[in-house]
């Protein structure tokens, strides 16, 4: 099945303890991505991945990292997490054609 | 860089009625525009798209339609039912490994 997976899917941790979020798809996909949701705000991208070993910043690229080793793995990396990083995190990938798949997401809440 | 504006945030309809949600764009050079549905706990997913070379596009009971020289879209649902309630996003995009730029989104409650 195709399909793009997440870990983990809940997490609670404290202020300052580093952190990582697995991003994972299994439809070969150059383009992927991450998003954080807040109320309000809609979707914004944190960073993107056009390929292995390419990556740039979205619109909300302050306080994450990311790293793309491998064309089917993208993980979110926060080395300090604060507390404006609880957030719903969701990870998409996208091939040649237009549609972009989700993550089914990751509720992330900073201490 | 590109910014998506919707509305409304909030749309509370009858079952049976219709639901319009606009959005508006600022990069004339956008040329894809998708809708997201994105249910209570889950994640966003594709329900119709369109590009600028197509002013409307229709499947079943949502339909979309694009006005370039205003640079705006809407998202239509016809005959709504409850299971159409969700949080809707519009999103932009202008090229091919572009990225999307999403609306901030319309929370639909369809009431029986």
């Known amino acids: 099945e195709a399909q793009v997976t997440q870990n983990p899917r809940y997490l609670i941790t404290v202020t300052g303890k580093k952190l990582t979020v697995t991003c994972s798809q299994n439809m070969n996909h150059e383009y992927m991505s991450w998003y954080r949701q807040d109320p309000g705000l809609g979707l914004r991208q944190i960073y993107y991945s056009m390929n292995v070993e390419v990556t740039d910043k979205g619109d909300v690229p302050e306080g994450y990292k990311v790293s793309r080793k491998e064309k089917r793995n993208f993980p979110l990396i926060l080395e300090s997490p604060s507390p404006n990083q609880t957030s719903l995190y969701f990870c998409a990938s996208r091939g040649t054609s237009d549609t972009q798949y989700f993550g089914p997401g990751t509720r992330l809440t900073v201490l | 860089g590109e910014n998506v504006e919707q509305h409304p945030s909030t749309l509370s309809v009858q079952e049976g009625d219709s639901a319009v949600i606009k959005c508006t764009y600022s990069?004339?050079?956008?040329?894809?525009f998708p809708w997201y549905k994105q249910e209570l706990g889950k994640r966003p997913q594709l329900i119709i798209d369109?590009?600028?070379?197509?002013g409307e596009k229709k499947d079943q009971r949502i339909a979309v339609t694009l006005n370039k020289t205003a640079k705006h879209f809407s998202l239509h649902i016809t005959e709504t039912q409850p299971e159409d309630s969700a949080v809707y996003f519009c999103?932009?995009?202008?090229?091919?490994?572009?990225?999307?730029?999403f609306g901030a989104g319309t929370q639909v409650v369809v009431t029986p």
């Open positions: 369109i590009r600028s070379n197509v």
């Open positions: 999103a932009a995009r202008t090229d091919s490994w572009g990225k999307l730029q």
């Open positions: 990069d004339s050079a956008s040329n894809y």
